[in-house]
């Protein structure tokens, strides 16, 4: 469904490659994590599958990038946003300010494709009962919290249907409360079988959704694997990249000899505590 | 809600958003093109209030022009009554200062030209649903970008109070004396414009992004949500009105080459 090959990509106004040399295949239907320190080019990823390098950022591109069939150099960002969506951290700057209700809000995206205003209204319907927010369709965008609003942004992508979702920090700019509403509905997204690329910081999130996790460094893959492995490797503290609370203790009680080794690092709550009962249950 | 649109069953409502824009430029042209001062004050009293009332909008509306026109008044007539260049009539001296009759009457002159053009422009957007006005302009052959920028930009007041509202909260409970005398508010204010205007400037770029992942720049003709109806009637009273200001203007334009 993505395929980059020997992507490279340098910002006009900058000397350094955001992207140095980027090899990837995301296959139809998965659910992949992108990881990284600050700086580490996960958004220039997300912009150059979506299309936005190099239609929106200019600068120097090298390589080939297909998604969803289409080889994204050659067709229009128009084109491309109709089959690769992208979903920003800021709800409030993803509201048009045109719009007056929710259910307007959601449409203005279709009225940009040409869709036709019966196909609109069925559409608008179906995108705002998979993410459960019937009872906002009638409020302003700008009255609704920041959870809300980013499942009104987030509704308003879908409803164009792409086969290619990018979320790019979905959750950076919300309460503890808006992540949960806002993963919730990403949980029910990751059940329809969409190929959904998320970049976030919170691996018990990364945990319960990804079934593969990216680890990108200075524009560069680093490392690349299901969840279990990545997010319980040491080399992602040596980078820089945040690891979950349980994992960092089971690493430490490793290191007294307080972890049955034949257990992996837990990446999960549940785990984690299934790990220290055993570990307390084995004579040291 | 940080949008002018007061959403209202009344005939204002109703009328094609191009009508209520042709009315408003004509009735802004009729008010600059009398030159009689007090003119625009009588148009704003006698056509716009009882319009207002009629779209049962009357509140906002009054509210908001007064709002508006405030800062223009007290900086014309402080200004053009003390400092008009043409000024002779002496009305009251203060100190080395004078105000003069000229710049009272300039002063008050462009005061009642500012009402009447914001008053005019107001009224529409009280009355006209954004979204509508974007694709009713967007149908009539208006470039999207240029009719996104329009509808907007004439939303723009109330989302910059709300996020003015939010800093001054932060530089109060940072201890930033904002209340009180006149001179410690203006004050206050000088700390505000820079995080408004650069923090509005920052969001600029993932609110471009934001719409081109909408598909604002795709070139497939964009249709509408909205059922926007625009009756012989309504077209034809806009030209007839479209036609009665450029012979408005040309009347003005011969007389001033006369």
Wanted: charged share 15%.
């Amino acid at each position: 469904m993505i395929r980059l090959q020997g992507v490279r990509y340098t910002y006009p106004v900058s000397s350094a490659p955001a992207l140095a040399g980027i090899d990837l295949d995301i296959a139809e239907g998965s659910f992949c994590a992108v990881i990284g320190p600050n700086g580490a080019g996960k958004s220039t990823l997300c912009y150059t599958i979506g299309g936005f390098v190099p239609h929106y950022f200019r600068g120097d591109l090298e390589g080939e990038i297909v998604v969803a069939g289409r080889n994204t150099i050659e067709h229009p960002l128009g084109e491309l946003v109709k089959h690769c969506g992208l979903l920003f951290s800021n709800p409030l700057n993803q509201i048009s300010g045109a719009r007056f209700t929710v259910r307007e809000e959601i449409g203005f995206g279709l009225e940009n494709l040409g869709v036709p205003r019966v196909e609109m209204h069925a559409r608008i319907e179906r995108v705002l009962d998979l993410l459960g927010i019937d009872d906002l369709a009638e409020r302003s965008p700008f009255g609704l919290s920041g959870g809300q609003q980013q499942r009104v942004a987030l509704a308003s992508i879908l409803v164009m249907g792409p086969q290619v979702l990018l979320l790019d920090e979905p959750t950076a700019q919300l309460d503890p409360l808006g992540s949960r509403e806002v993963f919730a509905a990403i949980r029910a997204l990751s059940q329809t079988g969409m190929t959904v690329v998320l970049v976030e910081h919170k691996p018990e999130l990364i945990a319960a959704f990804a079934d593969r996790v990216i680890v990108i460094d200075a524009g560069r893959v680093v490392l690349d694997g299901v969840p279990q492995t990545i997010l319980a490797s040491s080399e992602l503290q040596r980078i820089g990249v945040a690891t979950a609370r349980w994992t960092e203790a089971a690493r430490l009680a490793d290191a007294h000899g307080l972890w049955s080794r034949r257990d992996p690092l837990p990446v999960t709550l549940d785990q984690a505590a299934e790990g220290f009962r055993v570990a307390q249950n084995t004579p040291s | 809600m940080m949008m002018l649109y007061q959403p209202r069953q009344s005939p204002l409502h109703r009328l094609h958003p191009l009508t209520k824009l042709v009315v408003s430029f004509g009735l802004i042209v009729l008010a600059l093109g009398i030159s009689i001062d007090w003119a625009p004050l009588l148009l704003f009293v006698v056509v716009l209030v009882p319009l207002s009332l009629l779209a049962r909008v009357a509140r906002p509306f009054l509210d908001t022009s007064l709002r508006l026109l405030l800062p223009f008044a007290i900086s014309l007539f402080l200004i053009q009554s003390l400092f008009f260049p043409e000024g002779s009539t002496v009305l009251a001296r203060f100190g080395p200062l004078t105000v003069k009759a000229e710049g009272v009457r300039f002063a008050f002159a462009s005061t009642v030209r500012i009402l009447m053009i914001t008053g005019a422009l107001l009224l529409t957007l009280l009355t006209t649903h954004p979204g509508v006005l974007m694709s009713a302009l967007t149908q009539k052959g208006f470039p999207p970008q240029l009719a996104y920028v329009i509808v907007t930009t004439l939303q723009i007041v109330p989302q910059m109070r709300m996020r003015a509202a939010t800093i001054v909260d932060a530089q109060r409970a940072r201890g930033l004396e904002t209340q009180g005398s006149l001179p410690r508010r203006v004050r206050a204010l000088l700390p505000l414009i820079g995080p408004l205007v650069l923090g509005a400037l920052v969001d600029v770029e993932e609110r471009s992004l934001a719409l081109e992942a909408r598909g604002f720049s795709a070139s497939t003709p964009k249709t509408s949500l909205f059922e926007i109806a625009d009756p012989l009637a309504e077209r034809v009273f806009r030209w007839s009105v479209l036609l009665l200001m450029i012979g408005l203007i040309m009347f003005r334009l011969g007389q001033a080459l006369l």
